[in-house]
């Protein structure tokens, strides 16, 4: 086998490990882009949460309407996140996104959907770039610039 190969299979175990891993740990369902965009165009009250760090989002762009929790303050900021609405929990490819649903199940949680921005922008769906000095403290929320 040449490198390029092993490199190829390398890529698919780590893929498909990840694929297991996010499907593990929470029974949340990872939503189209497609779906997304209808939910949050509907009538559905939806909480968009983005629990990728804030310099992340700067770079790459979130949706808008976003609340953004890195994963690593989720917990100590569960009082942040509506038990009455169905909660998007986001990140670029949804493996820190099942990660954040699992927190948010354990902690009684009950209506729960995983979104990749990955797959959002692939789509050329509209996303928003906060700004440093629009940042509240610990997280962000908000309108931003707005690219497509």
Wanted: hydrophobic share 40%; aromatic share 4%; with cysteine.
């Amino acid at each position: 086998m040449g490198m390029r190969t092993v490199g190829i299979l390398c890529c698919a175990l780590m893929a498909a490990l990840a694929v297991a891993q996010q499907s593990s740990e929470t029974s949340a369902k990872k939503a189209t882009p497609e779906e997304i965009r209808a939910m949050l165009g509907g009538d559905q009250k939806v909480f968009f949460l983005d629990v990728r760090e804030p310099k992340e989002l700067e770079e790459l762009g979130t949706l808008p309407g976003y609340v953004n929790i890195p994963l690593g303050q989720l917990e100590s900021r569960l009082s942040e996140v509506p038990k009455d609405r169905l909660v998007i929990t986001a990140c670029n490819r949804a493996v820190r996104a099942a990660k954040a649903a699992a927190i948010l199940e354990k902690a009684g949680y009950k209506h729960l959907m995983l979104c990749a921005m990955n797959d959002w922008k692939e789509k050329g769906y509209p996303v928003v770039y906060p700004k440093p000095a629009e940042k509240q403290e610990g997280g962000s929320s908000g309108s931003s610039e707005q690219r497509h």
